[in-house]
């Protein structure tokens, strides 16, 4: 019995040392939560590769009515497959090539956001920045900071 109550001793006071130096840690750490969907939002990278990105699937679309066209006016039905085939390879290697070009841009706005927001930190001296969504309560919502930055 004396021993259970010596180890609950011991818990209790290896739990109180614990919790002071998290609470010390915690009062000189400086932690600041972003709204991440609302700054990218506001990105002028963003919003130009959207504007892009609506050109190219008008583009798409353009080259599909013409795709149907041609291969509507062809009567003969070996020629006509093979038409259907070659615009179905062109428009295959179109998509793929916009979707690369997309994700190679999204890539390239993610890390000069990332870079942003890193550089707002260590300006503003902050240890720590947790995006808004994960974030309960506490710390300071820099994200008008930074959507001024991205605009």
Known sequence: MKKNLGLLAATIAVAGVLSMSSAAFADGYNVAVVDVPQVVGASKQVQALKKDQQLKAEEIIKFIEKARKDVASITDANKKKAAEEKYTKELQTKREKIESEYAGKLKAIDA???????????????????????????????TADLVKIVK
């Open 112 to 142: 000069s956001i990332s870079q942003q927001i890193e550089a707002q930190a260590k300006a503003q001296g902050y240890d720590l920045i947790l995006s808004k969504g994960i974030v309960l309560y506490g710390g300071k919502d820099i």
